[in-house]
């Protein structure tokens, strides 16, 4: 690991803060789904959690040829197929704290994701031929042989303030924040013609990184506590049992740095840039099961587990650049494509 991911771990460990289960609230004298009782039956407690994330990735028009086609007298003829990177599954992780203010149900939380995830994508056509979607301007459209591969690294920081209403089996927290995030991808396509030895590469790289409000919340019910009450002898299973769901919504202004590099038979024919502010939102959604219940280990009071479904969706969010005619050179767009990163979110904590 490297020294910086360290520090970044060490750092949000420190500093990082997450919020109470609803018996915690409870115990803090948030008896009341409408206000939190004035008497103070807590002295504060912090929080600290770490999440095993197993995510895969899909962005929108990262298509890089149309296989099937067979080149009859000049004529591309034949059912093509739209050829798409394989969707790979990769490991990240998440890294929070937080801390419940005593003699009330407010709380400050902050977390850190990082994620890698890497997609490749190939086909060959000895006996047909390939149709280019990514090609150069200045190259061929019909190919024999194409090699793709799709690097992301997606990093995020979250700071929020939330306030909890909890009733005996229920709670449900609003909260509101800042999000920062940083987001690198490069995009790499060969294309090789068996036939003549004609090659040309496209090279793509698409930087942003932003910062926003971000508004959501977060329930939990404990609705399987009547088991244990009904049949005592599987009360310490149960007993914190619980279903949850977790939505919230960022609005990023941020700044897109955008390349791309083709070469043909060993000459850079194109070596553009673009760099442009924008706001771009993400949308994010989390539900699952999840079970805490209290222990006396040394100095922790409660722990708890969760296993969910997790996605981010950023609208738009690919801005690569792709160009539509050999005859007019210039003539570009940026691709404009949904982003999602989806997954199993395996959460692990501890409340001291």
Request: proline share 3%.
């Amino acid at each position: 690991m490297r020294l910086k991911n360290l520090i970044w771990i060490v750092l949000t460990l420190a500093l990082l803060v997450k919020n109470a289960d609803a018996n915690d609230w409870m115990d803090n004298g948030c008896f009341s789904s409408l206000a939190c009782q004035s008497s103070c039956m807590g002295c504060g407690q912090f929080f600290v959690e770490g999440d095993l994330l197993y995510w895969t990735t899909r962005e929108d028009g990262v298509a890089f040829a149309i296989s099937g086609l067979e080149n009859f007298l000049g004529v591309l003829v034949g059912p093509g197929t739209v050829k798409n990177l394989e969707r790979r599954w990769n490991t990240g992780f998440r890294v929070g704290a937080g801390y419940l203010f005593p003699c009330s149900c407010w709380d400050i939380y902050a977390d850190y994701i990082r994620f890698f995830n890497k997609s490749h994508g190939f086909n060959s056509a000895p006996n047909g031929v390939l149709f280019t979607t990514f090609g150069p301007p200045f190259g061929e459209d019909l190919e024999n042989t194409v090699n793709a591969d799709k690097h992301l690294r997606y990093q995020i920081a979250d700071i929020e303030l939330g306030f909890t209403f909890a009733a005996t089996d229920f709670y449900f927290r609003p909260f509101a924040g800042v999000r920062g995030a940083w987001i690198h991808e490069t995009y790499d396509i060969f294309y090789f013609s068996i036939s003549d030895d004609f090659s040309q590469s496209v090279f793509n790289k698409q930087y942003f990184k932003g910062v926003g409000p971000r508004i959501g919340f977060d329930d939990q019910w404990f609705c399987f506590n009547w088991l244990g009450n009904c049949f005592p002898c599987v009360n310490c299973i149960v007993n914190g049992l619980n279903l949850f769901a977790d939505a919230a919504v960022s609005l990023l202004w941020g700044h897109f740095n955008v390349s791309r590099r083709d070469i043909v038979n060993g000459t850079a024919v194109v070596d553009t840039a673009d760099h442009f502010d924008t706001v771009k939102p993400l949308f994010e959604v989390r539900a699952g099961v999840g079970w805490d219940n209290y222990v006396n280990w040394c100095f922790l009071s409660r722990i708890f587990v969760q296993a969910a479904f997790e996605c981010h969706l950023f609208l738009k969010h690919n801005q690569m650049i792709r160009f539509f005619d050999v005859n007019f050179p210039g003539t570009f767009a940026n691709i404009n494509g949904d982003l999602s990163l989806y997954g199993l979110t395996v959460t692990g904590g501890v409340i001291f």
